[in-house]
């Protein structure tokens, strides 16, 4: 299989990048500004995952009252709103005691379980160590061993699995084996530093990317694509990449946020609504 990129440079102990110099003919690539910006996106998702996951340890599985803006994030970001709720959830009461019977049923519990299980898969992910390899808009000629370019304002992706014929979306391998058959996280180095990309808003590019690649999750609908976005139900969010990315940033800012386009910059600037 054809590859595109030929150095590997190992940033910190928990940073790892690839990209291409055109054997030897690309000189000062990348650039200390992006390779600075791509360890502080890095560090911003570990941080921003571990954030995550405290929240949902500490409704999940200590048990403490939701609150705000928790109960917000998890109705907007993972369909759990009263006009958004899927038919097989039976109940949708915040903080509902844990009852004999409750155990097994398909209650909002049960969805804030599912997105604990993948929101520690991801943090445990990134906070081990993440390989990063470069999307090169402009110079790239290969995907996925196969020629091919990257669009313009390709931020991110993950090579793996195929389109769902069913829902015709995106979707990736995914059990236990999805990180290991799923491609590596593919972000812009250059293009995100260019276009002034915050740590945080690097953060939410990997996150997003790592949930394919590690969750197997698909994407429904982006985050800035609200229309449909604000129309998914519970069971389409929790398998929805953008909804774990946006969610795990608005736990970390303790505020509701959410994209407003394909590049978002700065991801505090749409509070909802
Ligand atoms: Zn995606």
């Given at each position: 299989m054809p590859h595109y990129t030929n150095k590997v440079k190992v940033l910190s102990p928990l940073l790892a990048i690839a990209y291409s110099d055109n054997k030897g003919a690309r000189l000062n690539y990348p650039t200390k500004a992006q390779t600075d910006l791509l360890l502080n996106g890095a560090a911003a998702a570990r941080r921003i995952m571990r954030a995550a996951v405290a929240e949902l340890d500490r409704v999940v599985y200590l048990r403490r009252p939701e609150?705000?803006?928790?109960?917000s994030i998890m109705n907007y970001?993972?369909?759990?709103?009263?006009?958004?709720l899927n038919p097989m959830l039976k109940s949708n009461a915040v903080d509902k005691s844990l009852g004999l019977k409750a155990i097994g049923q398909k209650d909002r519990r049960w969805i804030l379980n599912k997105i604990r299980m993948g929101m520690l898969s991801i943090s445990f992910h990134l906070n081990t160590g993440v390989y990063l390899i470069d999307v090169d808009i402009g110079t790239r000629n290969i995907i996925g061993g196969v020629a091919d370019t990257p669009g313009a304002g390709e931020e991110g992706y993950v090579v793996g699995g195929a389109n769902n014929p069913a829902t015709g979306k995106f979707t990736p391998h995914c059990g236990l084996l999805s990180g290991f058959k799923n491609g590596e996280i593919h972000?812009?180095?250059a293009f995100m530093q260019q276009h002034g990309?915050?740590?945080?808003?690097?953060?939410?590019?990997?996150?997003?990317?790592?949930?394919?690649?590690?969750?197997?999750?698909?994407?429904?609908?982006?985050a800035h694509q609200t229309a449909g976005y604000r129309q998914l139900n519970c069971v389409e969010a929790v398998d929805n990449a953008d909804s774990f990315a946006w969610a795990a940033v608005s736990l970390d800012q303790g505020a509701l946020v959410h994209g407003t386009d394909s590049n978002d910059l700065h991801h505090q600037a749409a509070l909802v609504p």
């Amino acid at each position: 299989m054809p590859h595109y990129t030929n150095k590997v440079k190992v940033l910190s102990p928990l940073l790892a990048i690839a990209y291409s110099d055109n054997k030897g003919a690309r000189l000062n690539y990348p650039t200390k500004a992006q390779t600075d910006l791509l360890l502080n996106g890095a560090a911003a998702a570990r941080r921003i995952m571990r954030a995550a996951v405290a929240e949902l340890d500490r409704v999940v599985y200590l048990r403490r009252p939701e609150g705000e803006p928790f109960t917000s994030i998890m109705n907007y970001h993972f369909g759990l709103a009263a006009n958004r709720l899927n038919p097989m959830l039976k109940s949708n009461a915040v903080d509902k005691s844990l009852g004999l019977k409750a155990i097994g049923q398909k209650d909002r519990r049960w969805i804030l379980n599912k997105i604990r299980m993948g929101m520690l898969s991801i943090s445990f992910h990134l906070n081990t160590g993440v390989y990063l390899i470069d999307v090169d808009i402009g110079t790239r000629n290969i995907i996925g061993g196969v020629a091919d370019t990257p669009g313009a304002g390709e931020e991110g992706y993950v090579v793996g699995g195929a389109n769902n014929p069913a829902t015709g979306k995106f979707t990736p391998h995914c059990g236990l084996l999805s990180g290991f058959k799923n491609g590596e996280i593919h972000v812009a180095f250059a293009f995100m530093q260019q276009h002034g990309y915050t740590a945080e808003a690097v953060a939410r590019v990997i996150i997003h990317e790592a949930s394919h690649k590690y969750w197997g999750v698909a994407d429904y609908y982006y985050a800035h694509q609200t229309a449909g976005y604000r129309q998914l139900n519970c069971v389409e969010a929790v398998d929805n990449a953008d909804s774990f990315a946006w969610a795990a940033v608005s736990l970390d800012q303790g505020a509701l946020v959410h994209g407003t386009d394909s590049n978002d910059l700065h991801h505090q600037a749409a509070l909802v609504p």
